[in-house]
């Protein structure tokens, strides 16, 4: 995992989508069973397994699936990073009604996920247009802009500040703002979004770790440090903060602290493979 590379939706989109998936996980579960029950196999006529596609993909390839069904099936083939077959099962939906937002959303979702930025926009911005108002859609576009210095990043976390439904978004469309002004090179632009989201809510872990990525990039090593350790201080179980401790400690020859960092980092998050080869490479120049 490239840590520096990784943009997170952030915190409350990622609160909400989970919530979401809970819930459509557990439905998909009774709506199958329920589905499986209403054509029970003969008693007297031993299943085939090896023959037979699974419940998923009769009620895939069966084209009198609920529609609510086969949404609750996309996501499952979503989270399974299965895009192709669920590209397929949105088109199928769209192709009956081309203008409902919350099936654009689903595919815009796939698209991001399976790594097609351009479509994912394309989608976002089309369900936005269709609903009206899609604050979710917008900060999903929001984020894919600024994530590529495009200014329509600034565009869209305009109309979200005018917008009362987006207010509980603000730190989130602060962050975007930082983000696009990061990837652009206007750091004074960038440190001024960054302080204003801890200013309001110091909790917001992802700000310290954009913010000192500000000064780390400007080789400000001592004060990008104090950034990161700030993070920890507010929660020491982030990963993040110490693995990007450890990097400024690097930076600045402070080896065996560094070490130390990223053995922290990977204690609360395995999945940091660059702590890892972190401490690979600085003990074997100790």
């Known amino acids: 995992m490239s840590v520096k590379c990784k943009k997170k939706v952030f915190k409350i989109l990622l609160v909400l989508r989970m919530q979401r998936m809970n819930f459509l996980l557990k439905?998909?579960?009774?709506?199958?069973?329920?589905?499986?029950?209403?054509?029970?196999?003969?008693?007297d006529v031993p299943a085939n397994n090896s023959s037979k596609?699974?419940?998923?993909e009769q009620l895939l390839n069966d084209s009198t699936t609920v529609d609510s069904v086969?949404?609750?099936?996309?996501?499952?083939?979503?989270?399974?990073?299965?895009?192709?077959?669920?590209?397929?099962?949105?088109?199928?939906?769209?192709?009956?009604?081309?203008?409902?937002?919350?099936?654009?959303?689903?595919?815009?979702?796939?698209?991001?996920?399976?790594?097609?930025t351009a479509g994912a926009i394309e989608h976002y911005n089309k369900a936005v247009l269709k609903a009206g108002v899609f604050v979710e859609a917008e900060m999903r576009a929001a984020v894919l802009f600024a994530e590529t210095g495009n200014k329509n990043a600034l565009l869209l976390t305009d109309n979200l500040f005018k917008n009362p439904g987006a207010?509980?978004?603000r730190s989130d469309v602060l962050m975007v703002r930082g983000i696009y002004y990061s990837k652009t090179g206007n750091t004074t632009k960038?440190?001024?979004?960054?302080?204003?989201?801890?200013?309001e809510d110091y909790s917001?872990?992802?700000?310290?770790?954009?913010?000192?990525?500000?000064?780390?990039?400007?080789?400000?090593?001592?004060?990008?440090w104090k950034v990161f350790n700030k993070s920890t201080e507010v929660s020491n179980k982030f990963a993040e903060g110490y693995?990007?401790?450890?990097?400024?400690?690097?930076?600045?020859?402070?080896k065996q602290e560094a070490i130390n960092n990223y053995k922290r980092a990977l204690a609360?998050?395995?999945?940091?493979?660059?702590?890892?080869?972190?401490?690979?490479?600085?003990?074997?120049t100790k």
Do not use: H
């Open 268 to 284: 609360f998050d395995q999945s940091i493979t660059e702590a890892r080869e972190g401490i690979q490479r600085l003990e074997g």
């Open 243 to 254: 693995f990007w401790m450890a990097k400024a400690e690097e930076k600045m020859n402070r």
């Open 190 to 199: 960038a440190l001024e979004q960054f302080n204003q989201i801890l200013k």
């Open 167 to 169: 207010a509980r978004f």
């Open 70 to 116: 086969r949404e609750q099936l996309i996501a499952e083939l979503v989270q399974s990073k299965e895009y192709s077959k669920a590209l397929a099962q949105i088109d199928f939906l769209l192709a009956k009604d081309s203008s409902n937002p919350g099936r654009l959303y689903i595919k815009a979702d796939a698209l991001e996920k399976m790594g097609d």
């Open 53 to 56: 596609q699974t419940s998923v």
């Open 204 to 224: 917001y872990l992802d700000a310290y770790i954009e913010k000192g990525l500000v000064y780390y990039d400007l080789a400000k090593y001592e004060d990008a």
């Open 27 to 43: 439905l998909l579960v009774v709506l199958i069973f329920a589905a499986c029950n209403n054509n029970p196999a003969k008693p």
